[in-house]
């Protein structure tokens, strides 16, 4: 059996765990997604990904739970349901396991640093702070080919060379219109994810359905229309992160608009080689509800 066709099925595999994460997954859907035994798939998946499908699944729920700790309202033991756990105690203790510490201090935590972080901002720019601008949009159903970036948002280079892989492939297969839309779909938390596993998916919103399968570990993803804040930051993608810090910590006062458990979206409206870092753009759109 060749290899695209064992990359296909990590693939199809992969694309519904992380579709499917929070629900029961039993052996018997995992085999007859992959066409695989679940000894087989799993070894496939850990060599390709570094870790069992167990491993993936419990730590994506993990993450998850402490997301909605940080900025939901959601109690304990509802979050411990929503992402798959049947007993809060289950869910504490590996909680617990994986931060160090239990849901309710986690949650108290990132409380207390976010209004250090809030405050630290206000000593900076006086009482005359004004609130950061936003718009709200609604972005329409589209398709997108796509190739993960997994490690730190920080590793600018790494992040470039995924960018290249990208451009070469869509070149390569004449997928590029006359004005191409490229983004990213950020699909962990820096704040939450380790760096090794943090997933950033870099892509190319497609004008037409693909005719045929994507090569290697390209994939394809279907956007349905949502609602988002928009947020504009001009400057170097590098300082981005700085923005995000600004637009959460005062998310309840700027804001005051409930998140959406979706991932968030960058689009680059004039980025070109010859633009001066400073004035390159990065449209922000965080999801809403």
């Known amino acids: 059996m060749g290899n695209q066709t064992q990359l296909e099925r990590y693939k199809k595999l992969l694309s519904f765990l992380d579709a499917h994460f929070k629900e029961a997954i039993n052996i018997e859907k995992i085999e007859q997604i992959s066409h695989y035994s679940y000894r087989n798939i799993n070894r496939i998946f ?24 940080m900025y939901s309202q959601m109690g304990v033991s509802e979050i411990a349901y929503e992402v798959g756990f049947e007993e809060r ?37 006086g009482e005359k702070r004004q609130k950061l601008p936003f718009e709200i949009e609604y972005l329409p159903d ?7 970036y997994r490690g730190a948002y920080e590793n600018i ?4 060379e995924v960018w290249n892989q990208l451009f070469d492939y869509t ?30 998916n870099l892509a190319l919103i497609l004008n037409r359905p693909l005719s045929f399968e994507p090569d290697g570990l390209f994939r394809t993803k279907k956007h349905k229309r949502q609602k988002y804040a928009k947020f504009i930051y001009k400057g170097p993608h590098e300082n981005c992160f700085d923005f995000y810090t600004r637009i959460y910590a005062f998310w309840m006062v700027d804001v005051a608009l ?26 922000i759109y965080i999801p809403v509800k």
């Open 258 to 283: 409930e998140l959406a458990d979706l991932p968030t979206l960058e689009f680059y409206p004039n980025f070109d080689e010859s633009i001066p870092q400073e004035d390159l753009l990065t449209e």
């Open 142 to 148: 589209f398709e997108y080919l796509f190739l993960e």
């Open 171 to 200: 070149t390569t297969k004449d997928l590029l219109p006359n004005n191409p839309i490229f983004m990213t779909e950020i699909v962990d938390d820096t704040e939450i994810s380790d760096h090794l596993k943090f997933r950033y």
């Open 46 to 69: 850990e060599a390709l990904h570094q870790e069992t499908i167990g491993k993936y699944v419990k730590r994506l729920r993990l993450e998850k739970a402490a997301q909605y700790l």
């Open 89 to 125: 105690a289950a869910f504490s203790k590996a909680f617990k396991n994986k931060y160090g510490t239990s849901p309710s201090t986690f949650r108290n935590s990132s409380e207390a640093n976010r209004q250090i972080i809030e405050k630290s901002l206000l000593t900076q720019e």
């Open 157 to 160: 280079l790494a992040i470039e």
